[in-house]
Protein backbone atom coordinates (compact mmCIF):
# COMPACT_ATOMS: atom_id res chain seq x y z
CA UNK A 1 0.00 0.00 0.00
CA UNK A 2 2.99 2.18 0.51
CA UNK A 3 5.42 3.63 -1.62
CA UNK A 4 8.50 5.92 -0.50
CA UNK A 5 9.83 7.78 -3.46
CA UNK A 6 13.19 9.75 -2.79
CA UNK A 7 13.61 11.52 -6.06
CA UNK A 8 11.81 14.86 -5.33
CA UNK A 9 14.72 16.97 -4.49
CA UNK A 10 13.91 18.08 -0.54
CA UNK A 11 11.30 16.02 0.34
CA UNK A 12 10.00 12.32 0.54
CA UNK A 13 7.07 10.79 -0.49
CA UNK A 14 4.34 9.09 0.90
CA UNK A 15 2.05 7.74 -1.65
CA UNK A 16 -1.27 6.80 -0.38
CA UNK A 17 -4.00 4.54 -2.46
CA UNK A 18 -2.37 2.90 -4.69
CA UNK A 19 -3.46 -0.81 -5.40
CA UNK A 20 -2.42 -3.67 -2.91
CA UNK A 21 1.39 -4.81 -3.48
CA UNK A 22 1.54 -2.66 -6.62
CA UNK A 23 4.14 0.01 -6.76
CA UNK A 24 2.75 3.79 -7.52
CA UNK A 25 4.45 5.75 -10.04
CA UNK A 26 4.37 9.28 -8.36
CA UNK A 27 2.11 11.64 -10.30
CA UNK A 28 4.05 13.45 -13.19
CA UNK A 29 4.40 17.27 -12.40
CA UNK A 30 2.83 19.64 -14.13
CA UNK A 31 3.61 23.40 -15.04
CA UNK A 32 6.24 25.03 -13.14
CA UNK A 33 7.83 24.03 -10.17
CA UNK A 34 9.32 25.63 -7.01
CA UNK A 35 13.00 25.16 -6.08
CA UNK A 36 14.05 23.95 -2.79
CA UNK A 37 15.09 27.75 -1.98
CA UNK A 38 11.51 28.94 -2.60
CA UNK A 39 10.26 25.71 -0.81
CA UNK A 40 11.88 26.79 1.97
CA UNK A 41 10.46 30.37 1.79
CA UNK A 42 6.84 28.59 1.23
CA UNK A 43 7.74 27.27 4.84
CA UNK A 44 7.86 30.90 6.69
CA UNK A 45 4.29 32.29 5.55
CA UNK A 46 4.53 35.30 8.35
CA UNK A 47 7.81 37.72 8.55
CA UNK A 48 7.79 41.76 9.06
CA UNK A 49 8.48 44.54 7.49
CA UNK A 50 9.83 47.18 9.60
CA UNK A 51 9.59 50.69 7.75
CA UNK A 52 12.04 52.94 9.92
CA UNK A 53 14.11 55.79 8.47
CA UNK A 54 14.24 59.41 7.39
CA UNK A 55 10.83 59.84 7.10
CA UNK A 56 10.04 58.84 10.54
CA UNK A 57 11.66 61.71 11.72
CA UNK A 58 9.98 64.12 8.78
CA UNK A 59 6.45 62.49 9.78
CA UNK A 60 6.70 61.86 5.61
CA UNK A 61 5.70 58.58 3.31
CA UNK A 62 7.82 60.07 0.82
CA UNK A 63 10.98 62.14 1.84
CA UNK A 64 12.39 64.10 -1.33
CA UNK A 65 15.91 63.93 -0.97
CA UNK A 66 16.87 67.11 0.67
CA UNK A 67 16.77 65.76 4.27
CA UNK A 68 19.97 66.56 6.34
CA UNK A 69 21.58 63.46 8.53
CA UNK A 70 21.15 65.76 11.59
CA UNK A 71 17.47 65.10 11.55
CA UNK A 72 17.58 61.43 11.84
CA UNK A 73 18.12 60.93 15.86
CA UNK A 74 15.57 58.02 17.47
CA UNK A 75 16.55 58.55 21.22
CA UNK A 76 16.18 55.00 22.43
CA UNK A 77 16.98 52.76 19.43
CA UNK A 78 16.56 49.17 20.35
CA UNK A 79 16.13 47.14 17.49
CA UNK A 80 16.28 43.79 20.76
CA UNK A 81 12.91 45.24 21.26
CA UNK A 82 11.74 44.97 17.37
CA UNK A 83 13.06 41.11 17.39
CA UNK A 84 11.58 40.22 20.79
CA UNK A 85 8.66 41.39 19.93
CA UNK A 86 8.65 40.35 16.39
CA UNK A 87 9.14 36.85 17.76
CA UNK A 88 6.75 36.66 20.20
CA UNK A 89 4.36 37.48 17.06
CA UNK A 90 5.01 34.21 15.72
CA UNK A 91 6.85 36.09 12.54
CA UNK A 92 9.71 34.61 11.26
CA UNK A 93 11.76 37.07 10.39
CA UNK A 94 12.26 40.66 9.53
CA UNK A 95 13.01 42.79 6.46
CA UNK A 96 14.18 46.66 7.26
CA UNK A 97 14.36 49.64 4.51
CA UNK A 98 17.79 50.12 4.81
CA UNK A 99 17.36 52.68 2.17
CA UNK A 100 14.22 54.37 1.07
CA UNK A 101 13.36 56.69 -1.47
CA UNK A 102 15.19 59.45 -0.16
CA UNK A 103 18.31 58.06 -0.42
CA UNK A 104 19.31 58.20 3.32
CA UNK A 105 21.45 55.06 4.83
CA UNK A 106 21.03 53.13 8.03
CA UNK A 107 24.27 51.61 7.63
CA UNK A 108 27.14 53.49 7.23
CA UNK A 109 27.75 52.92 3.60
CA UNK A 110 31.18 54.02 2.30
CA UNK A 111 29.60 55.09 -0.86
CA UNK A 112 27.58 58.08 0.41
CA UNK A 113 27.69 61.05 2.97
CA UNK A 114 23.94 60.69 3.11
CA UNK A 115 23.42 58.31 6.47
CA UNK A 116 23.96 57.20 10.17
CA UNK A 117 27.27 57.71 9.85
CA UNK A 118 26.66 61.71 9.58
CA UNK A 119 23.70 61.65 12.19
CA UNK A 120 23.70 62.78 16.06
CA UNK A 121 22.69 58.72 17.02
CA UNK A 122 25.59 57.23 18.56
CA UNK A 123 27.72 60.15 17.21
CA UNK A 124 27.87 58.78 13.86
CA UNK A 125 29.36 55.39 15.05
CA UNK A 126 26.13 53.34 14.94
CA UNK A 127 24.97 51.03 12.33
CA UNK A 128 21.20 49.83 11.98
CA UNK A 129 21.49 47.38 10.08
CA UNK A 130 24.17 45.57 11.55
CA UNK A 131 22.14 46.02 15.19
CA UNK A 132 18.85 44.49 13.39
CA UNK A 133 20.91 41.63 11.83
CA UNK A 134 22.40 40.83 15.22
CA UNK A 135 19.07 40.89 17.08
CA UNK A 136 17.80 38.44 14.41
CA UNK A 137 20.47 36.30 15.19
CA UNK A 138 19.63 36.15 18.78
CA UNK A 139 15.89 35.89 18.66
CA UNK A 140 16.23 33.57 15.72
CA UNK A 141 14.40 35.26 12.90
CA UNK A 142 15.82 35.66 9.21
CA UNK A 143 17.25 39.58 8.16
CA UNK A 144 16.27 40.79 4.79
CA UNK A 145 16.88 44.17 2.99
CA UNK A 146 14.83 46.68 1.26
CA UNK A 147 17.20 49.09 -1.12
CA UNK A 148 15.21 51.48 -2.68
CA UNK A 149 16.40 51.73 -6.75
CA UNK A 150 14.69 55.20 -6.87
CA UNK A 151 17.07 57.76 -5.07
CA UNK A 152 16.00 61.13 -4.95
CA UNK A 153 19.29 62.43 -3.07
CA UNK A 154 21.46 60.61 -5.30
CA UNK A 155 22.89 63.31 -7.90
CA UNK A 156 23.66 61.22 -10.74
CA UNK A 157 20.33 58.94 -10.40
CA UNK A 158 19.08 58.41 -13.85
CA UNK A 159 22.67 58.13 -14.89
CA UNK A 160 24.39 54.81 -15.86
CA UNK A 161 26.80 55.97 -12.43
CA UNK A 162 23.94 55.45 -10.00
CA UNK A 163 23.46 51.77 -11.30
CA UNK A 164 27.35 51.22 -10.13
CA UNK A 165 26.34 53.07 -6.89
CA UNK A 166 23.56 51.10 -6.02
CA UNK A 167 25.57 47.89 -6.82
CA UNK A 168 28.27 49.19 -4.83
CA UNK A 169 25.53 49.86 -2.00
CA UNK A 170 24.19 46.04 -2.47
CA UNK A 171 27.33 44.65 -2.58
CA UNK A 172 27.71 46.16 0.82
CA UNK A 173 24.59 44.91 2.50
CA UNK A 174 25.09 41.55 1.03
CA UNK A 175 28.47 40.53 2.65
CA UNK A 176 29.02 42.75 5.50
CA UNK A 177 25.80 41.94 7.54
CA UNK A 178 25.39 37.74 6.91
CA UNK A 179 22.95 35.54 5.86
CA UNK A 180 20.04 37.76 4.14
CA UNK A 181 16.91 35.74 3.26
CA UNK A 182 15.63 38.25 1.10
CA UNK A 183 16.12 41.35 -0.78
CA UNK A 184 13.27 43.57 -1.46
CA UNK A 185 13.31 45.55 -4.87
CA UNK A 186 10.69 48.42 -4.96
CA UNK A 187 8.65 49.29 -8.13
CA UNK A 188 8.44 52.71 -7.33
CA UNK A 189 11.23 55.33 -9.25
CA UNK A 190 11.21 57.99 -10.89
CA UNK A 191 9.98 61.25 -10.53
CA UNK A 192 11.06 64.69 -9.21
CA UNK A 193 13.77 64.68 -6.34
CA UNK A 194 16.20 66.61 -5.01
CA UNK A 195 19.08 64.86 -6.73
CA UNK A 196 22.11 66.63 -5.02
CA UNK A 197 20.46 69.98 -5.64
CA UNK A 198 19.31 69.68 -9.07
CA UNK A 199 15.67 69.68 -8.37
CA UNK A 200 14.02 68.16 -10.86
CA UNK A 201 12.07 65.60 -12.62
CA UNK A 202 13.47 62.54 -13.54
CA UNK A 203 12.01 59.93 -15.52
CA UNK A 204 14.55 56.08 -15.76
CA UNK A 205 12.91 53.51 -18.22
CA UNK A 206 11.25 51.10 -15.59
CA UNK A 207 12.17 47.97 -17.55
CA UNK A 208 15.55 49.30 -18.51
CA UNK A 209 17.61 51.44 -16.94
CA UNK A 210 18.61 49.22 -14.13
CA UNK A 211 19.93 46.64 -15.91
CA UNK A 212 17.90 43.49 -13.64
CA UNK A 213 19.52 40.90 -14.88
CA UNK A 214 23.10 41.96 -13.86
CA UNK A 215 21.77 43.08 -9.90
CA UNK A 216 20.35 39.44 -9.53
CA UNK A 217 23.32 37.89 -10.67
CA UNK A 218 25.10 40.21 -8.22
CA UNK A 219 22.70 39.13 -5.37
CA UNK A 220 23.10 35.60 -6.33
CA UNK A 221 26.83 35.86 -6.01
CA UNK A 222 26.28 37.29 -2.90
CA UNK A 223 23.52 35.52 -0.94
CA UNK A 224 22.53 32.59 -3.34
CA UNK A 225 20.18 31.12 -0.88
CA UNK A 226 18.46 34.69 -0.62
CA UNK A 227 14.42 35.26 -2.26
CA UNK A 228 14.25 38.24 -4.67
CA UNK A 229 11.28 40.09 -4.04
CA UNK A 230 10.08 42.54 -7.25
CA UNK A 231 6.82 43.15 -9.23
CA UNK A 232 8.36 40.58 -11.33
CA UNK A 233 10.14 38.21 -9.31
CA UNK A 234 12.67 36.56 -10.29
CA UNK A 235 11.92 33.88 -6.92
CA UNK A 236 8.94 35.91 -5.47
CA UNK A 237 6.44 38.63 -6.57
CA UNK A 238 4.25 41.23 -5.55
CA UNK A 239 0.85 40.37 -4.75
CA UNK A 240 -0.60 44.06 -6.70
CA UNK A 241 -2.18 45.58 -3.78
CA UNK A 242 -1.57 47.16 -0.55
CA UNK A 243 -4.07 45.75 1.53
CA UNK A 244 -2.86 42.46 2.15
CA UNK A 245 -5.11 40.61 0.50
CA UNK A 246 -4.54 37.63 -2.40
CA UNK A 247 -7.17 36.76 -4.97
CA UNK A 248 -9.64 33.80 -4.48
CA UNK A 249 -7.62 32.36 -7.52
CA UNK A 250 -3.99 33.18 -6.55
CA UNK A 251 -1.02 31.42 -9.00
CA UNK A 252 2.19 30.75 -8.33
CA UNK A 253 2.47 29.99 -12.07
CA UNK A 254 3.65 33.61 -13.74
CA UNK A 255 4.10 34.89 -16.94
CA UNK A 256 7.61 36.23 -15.42
CA UNK A 257 9.30 37.41 -18.79
CA UNK A 258 6.11 39.95 -19.85
CA UNK A 259 6.71 41.17 -16.42
CA UNK A 260 8.85 44.16 -14.90
CA UNK A 261 8.85 46.34 -11.49
CA UNK A 262 6.48 49.14 -11.78
CA UNK A 263 4.87 48.35 -14.64
CA UNK A 264 1.33 50.11 -15.07
CA UNK A 265 -0.70 46.99 -16.29
CA UNK A 266 0.92 44.93 -13.62
CA UNK A 267 -3.07 44.38 -12.29
CA UNK A 268 -3.41 42.21 -15.48
CA UNK A 269 -0.50 39.75 -14.32
CA UNK A 270 -0.87 39.69 -10.29
CA UNK A 271 -3.05 36.67 -9.92
CA UNK A 272 -0.30 34.55 -11.77
CA UNK A 273 -2.19 32.29 -13.93
CA UNK A 274 -1.95 27.93 -14.97
CA UNK A 275 -0.31 29.15 -18.09
CA UNK A 276 2.62 30.72 -16.07
CA UNK A 277 5.75 30.03 -17.51
CA UNK A 278 7.44 30.17 -14.03
CA UNK A 279 6.70 29.58 -10.17
CA UNK A 280 7.14 32.83 -8.73
CA UNK A 281 4.79 33.17 -5.53
CA UNK A 282 3.31 36.23 -3.75
CA UNK A 283 3.77 38.08 -0.75
CA UNK A 284 1.31 40.42 0.39
CA UNK A 285 2.99 43.88 1.93
CA UNK A 286 0.50 45.45 3.71
CA UNK A 287 0.93 48.07 7.52
CA UNK A 288 -0.12 47.73 10.59
CA UNK A 289 -1.54 51.24 10.22
CA UNK A 290 -2.43 53.34 7.39
CA UNK A 291 1.25 54.77 6.61
CA UNK A 292 4.06 52.66 6.24
CA UNK A 293 5.92 55.07 8.16
CA UNK A 294 5.26 56.21 11.93
CA UNK A 295 3.37 59.05 12.40
CA UNK A 296 2.15 59.82 15.88
CA UNK A 297 -1.16 61.06 14.45
CA UNK A 298 -2.29 57.29 13.76
CA UNK A 299 -1.15 56.13 17.02
CA UNK A 300 -4.91 54.93 17.56
CA UNK A 301 -5.45 53.65 14.47
CA UNK A 302 -3.64 50.55 14.44
CA UNK A 303 -5.30 47.35 12.79
CA UNK A 304 -7.83 45.67 15.39
CA UNK A 305 -7.56 41.75 15.82
CA UNK A 306 -10.57 41.79 12.75
CA UNK A 307 -9.03 43.57 10.46
CA UNK A 308 -5.41 41.67 10.92
CA UNK A 309 -6.93 38.31 11.21
CA UNK A 310 -8.85 39.05 7.70
CA UNK A 311 -5.35 40.12 6.35
CA UNK A 312 -3.57 36.70 7.66
CA UNK A 313 -6.51 34.72 6.42
CA UNK A 314 -6.73 36.11 2.56
CA UNK A 315 -2.93 36.15 2.38
CA UNK A 316 -1.29 33.39 3.90
CA UNK A 317 -4.72 31.52 3.64
CA UNK A 318 -4.59 32.24 0.03
CA UNK A 319 -1.35 30.86 -1.04
CA UNK A 320 0.53 33.92 -0.43
CA UNK A 321 2.75 34.77 2.66
CA UNK A 322 1.93 37.97 4.53
CA UNK A 323 4.79 40.59 4.73
CA UNK A 324 3.06 42.83 8.13
CA UNK A 325 5.13 46.34 8.24
CA UNK A 326 5.38 47.97 11.70
CA UNK A 327 6.26 51.56 11.52
CA UNK A 328 9.24 51.85 14.16
CA UNK A 329 8.60 55.28 16.30
CA UNK A 330 10.58 58.53 16.67
CA UNK A 331 12.31 56.69 20.11
CA UNK A 332 13.27 53.76 17.61
CA UNK A 333 11.12 51.24 19.15
CA UNK A 334 7.86 49.52 18.07
CA UNK A 335 5.08 51.70 19.93
CA UNK A 336 2.99 50.11 22.38
CA UNK A 337 0.01 49.78 20.70
CA UNK A 338 1.23 48.38 17.72
CA UNK A 339 3.17 45.80 19.72
CA UNK A 340 -1.04 44.89 21.16
CA UNK A 341 -2.45 44.32 18.18
CA UNK A 342 0.81 41.75 16.74
CA UNK A 343 0.70 39.75 20.41
CA UNK A 344 -3.25 39.58 19.86
CA UNK A 345 -2.46 38.27 16.46
CA UNK A 346 -0.17 35.89 17.73
CA UNK A 347 -2.15 34.65 20.77
CA UNK A 348 -5.47 34.31 18.21
CA UNK A 349 -3.71 32.29 15.55
CA UNK A 350 -1.71 30.01 18.52
CA UNK A 351 -5.84 29.52 20.12
CA UNK A 352 -6.65 28.47 16.42
CA UNK A 353 -3.96 26.43 15.42
CA UNK A 354 -4.07 24.41 19.01
CA UNK A 355 -6.60 21.94 17.91
CA UNK A 356 -6.76 20.05 14.95
CA UNK A 357 -10.06 18.26 14.50
CA UNK A 358 -9.30 16.59 11.30
CA UNK A 359 -7.34 14.11 13.85
CA UNK A 360 -10.20 12.57 14.92
CA UNK A 361 -12.09 12.17 12.08
CA UNK A 362 -12.58 9.42 9.87
CA UNK A 363 -11.29 10.45 6.17
CA UNK A 364 -13.26 8.59 2.67
CA UNK A 365 -11.46 10.15 -0.37
CA UNK A 366 -13.68 9.31 -3.31
CA UNK A 367 -15.51 6.56 -1.23
CA UNK A 368 -12.75 4.70 -0.13
CA UNK A 369 -11.37 4.84 3.56
CA UNK A 370 -8.36 5.61 5.13
CA UNK A 371 -6.71 3.69 7.53
CA UNK A 372 -3.96 4.19 9.16
CA UNK A 373 -0.83 6.54 8.14
CA UNK A 374 -3.42 8.93 6.66
CA UNK A 375 -0.98 11.26 4.65
CA UNK A 376 -3.68 14.09 4.69
CA UNK A 377 -3.19 14.02 8.55
CA UNK A 378 0.00 13.32 9.59
CA UNK A 379 1.36 16.98 10.07
CA UNK A 380 3.91 16.18 7.24
CA UNK A 381 4.17 18.41 4.42
CA UNK A 382 6.56 15.47 2.70
CA UNK A 383 3.38 12.96 2.06
CA UNK A 384 0.74 13.49 0.33
CA UNK A 385 -2.66 11.48 -1.34
CA UNK A 386 -2.56 10.11 -5.06
CA UNK A 387 -5.94 10.18 -6.66
CA UNK A 388 -6.97 9.36 -10.16
CA UNK A 389 -9.32 11.85 -11.46
CA UNK A 390 -9.27 15.64 -11.49
CA UNK A 391 -12.58 15.78 -9.59
CA UNK A 392 -12.31 14.26 -6.28
CA UNK A 393 -13.90 14.33 -2.92
CA UNK A 394 -12.51 14.09 0.62
CA UNK A 395 -14.53 13.65 3.34
CA UNK A 396 -14.49 14.00 7.03
CA UNK A 397 -16.65 12.11 9.77
CA UNK A 398 -16.61 12.85 13.37
CA UNK A 399 -18.16 10.29 15.88
CA UNK A 400 -19.63 13.22 18.05
CA UNK A 401 -20.34 16.48 16.37
CA UNK A 402 -17.29 18.67 16.38
CA UNK A 403 -17.76 22.44 16.88
CA UNK A 404 -15.87 24.06 14.36
CA UNK A 405 -15.46 26.94 11.25
CA UNK A 406 -12.33 26.47 9.27
CA UNK A 407 -10.57 24.06 7.12
CA UNK A 408 -7.46 24.30 5.75
CA UNK A 409 -5.35 22.44 3.21
CA UNK A 410 -2.52 22.45 1.37
CA UNK A 411 -1.14 20.78 -2.14
CA UNK A 412 2.40 18.86 -2.50
CA UNK A 413 4.18 21.82 -4.45
CA UNK A 414 7.12 20.11 -5.22
CA UNK A 415 4.53 18.31 -8.06
CA UNK A 416 2.94 21.81 -9.52
CA UNK A 417 0.09 23.81 -8.57
CA UNK A 418 -3.08 21.93 -9.78
CA UNK A 419 -6.69 22.76 -8.01
CA UNK A 420 -8.18 25.07 -10.17
CA UNK A 421 -11.98 24.73 -7.47
CA UNK A 422 -13.54 23.48 -4.95
CA UNK A 423 -16.86 23.32 -2.86
CA UNK A 424 -17.31 22.78 1.35
CA UNK A 425 -20.08 21.40 2.35
CA UNK A 426 -20.92 20.49 6.30
CA UNK A 427 -23.78 18.52 7.97
CA UNK A 428 -24.80 19.16 11.01
CA UNK A 429 -26.70 16.09 11.58
CA UNK A 430 -29.69 17.30 9.25
CA UNK A 431 -28.16 16.65 6.03
CA UNK A 432 -25.58 18.47 3.43
CA UNK A 433 -25.48 22.41 2.94
CA UNK A 434 -23.08 24.19 1.10
CA UNK A 435 -21.01 26.21 3.25
CA UNK A 436 -18.02 27.88 0.63
CA UNK A 437 -16.49 27.80 -2.39
CA UNK A 438 -13.00 28.79 -3.91
CA UNK A 439 -10.76 28.56 -6.50
CA UNK A 440 -6.88 28.06 -6.03
CA UNK A 441 -5.24 25.91 -3.05
CA UNK A 442 -1.72 26.25 -3.42
CA UNK A 443 0.48 26.05 -0.78
CA UNK A 444 -2.21 26.84 2.00
CA UNK A 445 -5.75 27.63 1.76
CA UNK A 446 -7.21 28.44 4.95
CA UNK A 447 -11.43 28.41 4.43
CA UNK A 448 -14.19 29.71 7.03
CA UNK A 449 -16.90 28.61 7.32
CA UNK A 450 -19.77 29.55 9.90
CA UNK A 451 -19.64 28.08 13.06
CA UNK A 452 -21.61 24.91 14.22
CA UNK A 453 -21.73 21.61 15.12
CA UNK A 454 -20.69 19.65 11.91
CA UNK A 455 -20.52 15.85 12.18
CA UNK A 456 -18.93 15.54 8.81
CA UNK A 457 -17.06 17.89 6.35
CA UNK A 458 -16.96 17.73 2.47
CA UNK A 459 -14.27 19.00 0.31
CA UNK A 460 -14.52 18.62 -3.15
CA UNK A 461 -12.18 19.71 -5.45
CA UNK A 462 -14.33 20.33 -8.89
CA UNK A 463 -11.46 21.04 -11.20
CA UNK A 464 -8.23 21.07 -11.68
CA UNK A 465 -5.61 20.90 -14.31
CA UNK A 466 -4.76 17.08 -13.15
CA UNK A 467 -5.95 15.22 -10.44
CA UNK A 468 -4.86 16.99 -7.29
CA UNK A 469 -2.17 15.84 -5.26
CA UNK A 470 -2.96 17.57 -1.88
CA UNK A 471 -0.47 16.95 0.99
CA UNK A 472 -2.08 18.41 4.40
CA UNK A 473 -5.78 18.89 5.63
CA UNK A 474 -6.89 19.97 9.11
CA UNK A 475 -9.99 21.55 10.53
CA UNK A 476 -9.91 24.26 13.17
CA UNK A 477 -12.03 26.20 15.20
CA UNK A 478 -10.85 30.18 14.59
CA UNK A 479 -11.88 32.22 17.94
CA UNK A 480 -14.98 34.40 18.23
CA UNK A 481 -13.29 38.11 17.60
CA UNK A 482 -15.22 40.40 20.48
CA UNK A 483 -15.83 43.80 19.38
CA UNK A 484 -12.80 46.30 20.18
C1 LIG B 1 5.95 51.14 -1.99
C2 LIG B 1 6.74 52.36 -1.50
O1 LIG B 1 6.60 53.45 -2.36
C3 LIG B 1 6.19 52.65 -0.13
O2 LIG B 1 6.72 53.82 0.42
C4 LIG B 1 6.50 51.44 0.75
O3 LIG B 1 7.90 51.31 0.94
C5 LIG B 1 5.92 50.17 0.14
C6 LIG B 1 6.29 48.92 0.87
O4 LIG B 1 6.32 50.03 -1.21
O5 LIG B 1 6.13 50.89 -3.30
Redesign the pocket.
Known amino acids: MRTFLTSLGLLTAVVLLSSCNQKTAPPAPIGPLPNDAQLAWQQLEYYG?I?FNM?TFTNK??GYGDEKPAQFNPTALDTRQWARIAKQAGMKGLII?AK??DGFCLWPSAYTEHSVKNSPWQNGEGDIIRELAAACKEFDLKFGV?L?P?DRNHPDYGTEAYITYYCNQLTELLSNYGPIFEV?F???NGGDGYYGGANEERRVDKKTYYNWPNTIALVRKLQPQAMIFSDAGPDIRWVGN?RGYAYDATWSPFLREEVYAGMSNFDQYAQGTPEGTHWVPTES?V?IRPG??YHPEQDDQVKSLADLTTIYFNSVGRNSSL?L?IPVDTRGLIHENDAAQLLQLADYLKEMYANDYAQQAQFTVDDKQLQANNPLNDAKGNTYLVVKEATTTVELEWNRPQQVNTLMVQEFLPLGQRVVSFTLEGNTGTGWEALATGATIGNKRLINFKTSAYTGLRLQITAALAPPVLAQLSVYTAPEIEEE
Open positions: FHNEWTHHYSWWDGAEDSWYLN
